[in-house]
């Protein structure tokens, strides 16, 4: 048997587990669908009840031209990014609750090309609700100064938040065992991750040291480097690259530093859950 | 049962099929399936072949103990065993989801160590809990399982259409699993298993908690997949369900296999037919119990009863278990008449598998811990010294002649199972 066709064997059963978990999310759209409906009421109601002290707090830090729905889409984005990357880990308890997992496992499948497709499909609904997002926030008056290659950017840099938190999720369930507990931990981490950050208005003194070690911080500001075209780096002084490099790449290097230790427990504890032990 | 045949027949159709069903698959992980020399012929007649299997929890629980169990292609084989024997542990380890502590395990020639994929391929599965994904329908449950086993995309659509039929399910195809009664979630299950059509089938009590007509539709249904060639490894804590479906037995408790052979063999072992006579003596003597043993006696007199039969009494009833039983019959009721004990029943059984079951359990019947109502209720009831005597035969006919050292095994432990 040639490399090609073991390639072509993973390939397959990517496919056909991306392809499982797609057709779930289409028969029962709820939780994707509540995802935007979440975000399009942060985007709303924020805008409209914080729009104006944003505007001094903007003024404040320097942001003086920048419409707040704009300032205010990094946040609405992590938020969303990070609201469907911890249901990942409610797929995986309920497979395992439902001897799905067993079932899987048990075929000849690839265990990595199991969890891979999974987490293609759910990356895939990402996506489709940011880009839903984004539209809406520009019919609001929102501006990408970047373009669509911004965007291109944008999704780029949620996707390594939704790794992320896919894995922090995934760790959670996999520990607990319980939708109930991952239910909690969504609702424990988003809370005093974006408010711990300069996603809804810059950072104040009081809270910067402890942004800095917030992954969200991260995310958000190098999302709205690229909506504004600007570097917005506080927390962290970089000027090797100039400009909006300045932020998205010491945030993406930590992103991807973070990503490559939350996803390596995550890979261990799927990968004892899934070999054949002795118990 | 004509399995013999069947299973000869069925050899070279199914190694083809291992082959045609999904080349990649085989030998994905590129070991080496020809490395033994000897027994390569008998290994490929043999869809198990267990040799010396032990499997200890990592909390020291020793939930199977030196288990040897062959099973040749094409045979129904039963796995009975009360709650906690071992039966889920054994499969387990047959369908690569656990590995043992020791011993040597081979699943249609393939080892489950070292070519787990093979193994994986080449098996169907069924959980105990049945295991569908209830958001999907019946025809994308059974797709995905399609996807999963690699079946070839030509033949998806006939081989889906096929087991909707088989399992009565063409007519809710489209409909979610989860508004499927229990009974049908089942039924979906066992298809699902079965897409890759599969040399090899592993039932993990399949029937547990179904109502009697389900269960019925299910086992007219497993009836057909092995008829159709399948070699079926069932387990179950109905006596009744292995009687009804399989061609061979092993009884195992406390992981332990305790006995082995066919329903009726095994029914033999427990020393032939049971006659029933319910007596009613309560005028005659203090109590109904007293009567029932005055009249046992009279029973145990009587020319016609043999001395290798056993005479047991409960509260109301005598129960003699010999051979040709029924025989008896005129002779003791006419022994009883004379002694004027009033017969207000009587009747003649054959034994069922529960007895089986009991005379081998009764043997160490002291030390069982609630393991089952069944089994409870046997030790309340045998552990008189007479059934000792059926005990005896039993455990020496044995094959493993692990009843012999049963006293030395933790009783009741309350493995996992």
């Known amino acids: 048997m040639s490399v090609t066709e073991t390639a072509n064997t993973r390939l397959r059963d990517l496919r056909v587990n991306a392809e499982r978990w797609t057709r779930k999310a289409v028969h029962n759209p709820t939780a994707f669908l509540v995802e935007i409906a979440v975000a399009t009421l942060s985007l709303v109601l924020f805008s409209a009840v914080f729009g104006d002290v944003g505007g001094l707090a903007l003024e404040r830090a320097g942001f003086g031209d920048v419409a707040y729905v704009t300032y205010l889409l990094p946040a609405v984005l992590m938020q969303a ?76 840099i949620c996707l390594l938040v939704g790794l992320l938190f896919m894995a922090v999720s995934n760790v959670v369930g996999l520990l607990a065992r319980d939708e109930e507990v991952i239910n909690a931990a969504t609702m424990l981490f988003m809370f005093p991750l974006l408010f711990l950050s300069p996603a809804f208005i810059p950072l104040s003194d009081d809270i910067e040291l402890v942004a800095t070690f917030n992954p969200i911080t991260y995310g958000v500001e190098a999302v709205r480097a690229l909506v504004l075209g600007e570097d917005v780096l506080t927390v962290v002084s970089v000027s090797w690259f100039g400009g909006v490099a300045d932020t998205v790449v010491p945030a993406v290097g930590i992103l991807l530093v973070l990503n490559g230790i939350v996803g390596a427990i995550a890979i261990r504890l799927l990968a004892r859950a899934s070999s054949a032990s002795v118990a | 049962m004509a399995h013999e045949s069947v299973a000869t027949d069925e050899t070279d159709i199914d190694e083809t099929d291992i082959d045609g069903t999904d080349p990649e698959r085989t030998d994905a992980d590129g070991t080496d399936t020809d490395g033994t020399t000897e027994g390569q012929v008998t290994d490929s007649e043999r869809a198990i072949d267990i040799d010396a299997l032990s499997l200890t929890y990592a909390d020291g629980t020793r939930a199977v103990q030196n288990v040897t169990l062959s099973v040749p292609q094409g045979e129904f084989f039963g796995f009975l065993g009360p709650n906690g024997a071992g039966k889920t542990t054994t499969i387990k380890v047959l369908a690569t989801l656990l590995e043992p502590t020791s011993g040597a395990v081979e699943v249609n020639g393939f080892d489950v160590l070292r070519e787990r994929t093979a193994v994986r391929a080449s098996i169907g599965y069924m959980a105990q809990e049945t295991s569908i994904d209830t958001e999907l329908t019946a025809r994308e449950n059974l797709m995905f399982a399609c996807d999963a086993y690699g079946v070839p995309r030509g033949e998806r659509a006939t081989r889906i259409a096929d087991l909707l039929n ?56 497993f009836r057909r997949i092995n008829a159709g060639g399948t070699t079926v490894f069932l387990t179950t804590q109905y006596l009744e369900e292995a009687d009804h479906l399989c061609d061979r037995l092993a009884v195992i408790r406390d992981g332990r296999i305790v006995a082995d052979g066919a329903p009726d063999e095994l029914k033999r072992r427990v020393g032939g037919d049971i006659l029933e006579l319910e007596v009613d003596g309560t005028d005659r003597a203090e109590s109904a119990c007293e009567s029932v043993e005055v009249a046992a006696d009279i029973v145990r007199d009587t020319a016609a009863v043999e001395p290798s039969a056993t005479v047991e009494t409960t509260d109301d009833a005598i129960r003699i278990t010999a051979r040709d039983a029924g025989d008896l019959g005129p002779d003791v009721l006419l022994a009883l008449r004379d002694a004027d004990v009033p017969v207000t029943g009587f009747d003649v059984t054959e034994p069922t598998l529960d007895d089986v079951f009991l005379a081998i359990a009764g043997d160490s019947a002291d030390g069982l811990d609630g393991t089952t109502e069944a089994v409870d209720a046997a030790a309340t009831e045998e552990a008189s010294g007479e059934d000792a005597a059926a005990t005896e035969q039993t455990s020496g006919a044995t094959e493993t002649g692990a009843t012999e050292e049963d006293d030395n095994v933790v009783q009741g432990t309350g493995v996992e199972a």
């Open chain 1, 81 to 156: 990014t990070m609201g469907s990357a911890f249901s990942s880990g409610m797929g995986l308890v309920r497979d395992l609750e439902t001897g799905m997992f067993e079932k899987t496992v048990v075929t000849p499948m690839s265990a990595t090309a199991v969890f891979a497709g999974k987490a293609a499909a759910e990356l895939a609904q990402i996506v489709v609700q940011l880009l839903v997002v984004v539209g809406l926030a520009v019919a609001i008056g929102a501006n990408i100064e970047t373009g669509v290659i911004g965007v291109l950017g944008i999704l780029a």
């Open chain 2, 166 to 221: 088989l399992v009565d399910l063409a007519d809710v195809a489209d409909t979610p699993a989860g508004n499927f009664s229990g009974g049908m979630k089942k039924r979906l299950d066992a298809a699902t298993a079965l897409v890759h059509d599969p040399d090899l089938v592993f039932l993990d009590e399949p029937t547990t908690g179904l109502d009697p007509q389900a269960r019925n539709r299910l086992w007219e249904y």
